[in-house]
């Protein structure tokens, strides 16, 4: 039931964006600023990357606005922008660097300097450990995969959103999500 | 002990089960199964090692560069901001030199209905292509 209120919700709102009506923007973008820039931090693992590209996407939104139809629930549209420009984003750093890792140098440095305050402060070293090995997990997953364990995970998509988003039948995301949580377990199921 | 993660059936149901998404009556039955299965508990225990993944906040002044960006690609006539979009860029470009060489080629005499007539077919181009790039199948395989 919430769901359906939500998508009119969204999509009247779209359809007042469309009127020419920018606070309506301005609520949309409150209600979906966060799943939007948390699912591309999780795609692309760097913060001023993922609120670029999530401005990328508010960005397109609302120049769409004057072709915006409300055929797919809103949050499906959303996140299929989302989808498609980390995935070009994903692309193009590949292309750059040669391998899939982003911003490996700066992360790593962090990731050194942080280890490097807490070395006194064993739990917390315990918890970054255990913190980056599940990004690392996720990181090695293919693209697709990733996107769609994201959106299933944390953004709370159902399968029938998931297909959409990434132009799949809805069976081929479950043995496509299934298939990634088995490699997840394969890379952190040793120290659950 | 077969675990059901073992055939396509039983899989789609164990991610309903992890996402929380089964009625009662299947909820019930996984949660038999869960018990007397070891590799489902140590699925389930990597789900829950997920929500370690925390994101950031959003850094302040997101909205105010959304909105300041948002702005500046109002202020840009639509053909041009077309032909800056990134991934479009280069195939709006060659069809916008095409399209006018072609209007020289054709109407020398007439500067200002060239003009006109190219913007229009640049925009025309450029919006076909953005639209392609849309609807390229952002589930391939990468
Ligand atoms: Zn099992």
Known sequence: ?????????????MLRVREGDDTSFALLLERHRGPVVHFLYRMVQNQAVSEELAQEVFLRVYRSRKTYEPTAKFTTWLFRIATHVALNSIRDRKKEKGHESL???????????VAE????????M??????????????????KQRAAVLMHKYEGLDYGQIAAVLNCSESAIKSLL?????????????MA | MICLGKN????DLLTGYLAKTLDAARTAELNQHVQECADCRSLIAVWERLDEFAAPEITPGFDARLYARIAADEMRPSWWRRLLWRPVAPLAAAAAV???????????????????????EIEQVAQAVDDLDLLIPIGSDR
């Open chain 1, 178 to 190: 299934f298939r990634a949580y088995e490699s997840l377990r394969g890379q952190l199921a040793h």
């Open chain 1, 117 to 124: 305050r807490q070395q006194t402060v064993e739990q917390e």
């Open chain 1, 103 to 113: 911003d490996e140098e700066t992360l790593d440095g962090m990731e050194r300097q």
């Open chain 1, 1 to 13: 039931m919430e769901a359906v209120v939500a998508l009119e919700r969204d999509a009247q709102l």
């Open chain 2, 98 to 120: 095409v399209a006018v060489l072609a209007l020289f080629l054709r109407v020398p005499g007439t500067p200002d209905a060239s003009k006109q007539a190219s913007n229009v």
């Open chain 1, 126 to 143: 315990v918890h970054e450990v255990k913190v980056r090995e599940v990004r690392q997990a996720i990181e090695a997953l293919p693209a």
């Open chain 2, 8 to 11: 396509q059936q039983g899989a």
